[in-house]
């Protein structure tokens, strides 16, 4: 067990809809992390937040939206959802937002959120 | 940004087989190198690590050295169990300096069989 908690298991939804996926990260963790994973694309890095603010972004569509809590949890908004966005949809967590002496670079993933369009 | 290629797979071999996975990068400096493992229906978890040239992560019999000539991190294991069965993700830092968000090579789905 990572400690990272990731709601829903299992999704399922039609295309044109628009879902949350909640993820709760490792306790005393700030920074937190999401990922999508698919057949074709992998895994992809999509947004990095670090105690309330963004802190780095990668190939998230427009569509899609995060934000971190004051108690740091994590939210995933995905709309407008396309049969293309089916995935397992991993959150992560760590200490700190960036690699430094105290820390050893390690990613704490839950077990996913798996979303199906039809 | 930096990136990683890792070997294509799937890989079947027999119990007590040695396993070799191959992972190359691209990357500017010296970032660390990572092996990130995801077991059947769980999330990823880090195998092991190294974090400069000629480091050399180990953990639970697998091994891995971080080879600045080739640019490599090529994992390595004597002697495999059923119990490896398993996805295999290479990774290092997005970008080089203090980056920690990781970019992850397209994975290599092992499988062992008794």
């Known amino acids: 067990d990572s400690g990272v908690t990731q709601t829903p298991k299992h999704l399922i939804t039609a295309t044109g809809q628009r879902v949350t996926l909640r993820c709760s990260p490792r306790?005393?963790?700030?920074?937190v992390y999401w990922y999508q994973q698919s057949l074709d694309q992998g895994l992809q890095f999509l947004i990095q937040?670090?105690?309330?603010?963004?802190?780095a972004k990668g190939n998230i569509l427009e569509r899609f939206s995060a934000q971190q809590f004051p108690d740091l949890h994590s939210e995933l908004n995905l709309s407008s959802l396309e049969l293309g966005d089916s995935a397992l949809y991993f959150c992560?967590?760590?200490?700190?937002?960036?690699?430094?002496?105290?820390?050893?670079?390690?990613?704490?993933f839950g077990e996913g959120s798996r979303l199906t369009v039809l | 940004g930096n990136s990683v290629t890792q070997m294509e797979g799937p890989v079947t071999l027999s119990e007590e087989a040695f396993l070799t996975i191959n992972c190359t990068y691209t990357a500017t400096g010296y970032p660390s190198l990572f092996w990130y493992v995801q077991y059947p229906g769980e999330g990823l978890q880090l195998l092991l690590k190294a974090t400069k040239a000629d480091d050399k992560g180990s953990n639970k019999g697998f091994e891995a050295t971080y080879r600045k000539e080739t640019t490599s991190f090529h994992l390595e294991k004597g002697s495999v169990q059923v119990s490896d069965s398993a996805v295999y993700f290479c990774?290092?830092?997005?970008?080089?300096?203090?980056?920690?968000?990781?970019?992850f090579g397209s994975g290599t789905q092992l499988t062992v069989l008794p």
């Open positions: 306790s005393g963790d700030l920074s």
């Open positions: 937040y670090y105690n309330g603010e963004e802190r």
């Open positions: 990774a290092l830092p997005l970008t080089s300096g203090s980056a920690r968000q990781l970019t």
């Open positions: 992560a967590s760590s200490v700190g937002s960036s690699f430094n002496a105290a820390n050893t670079g390690e990613l704490f």
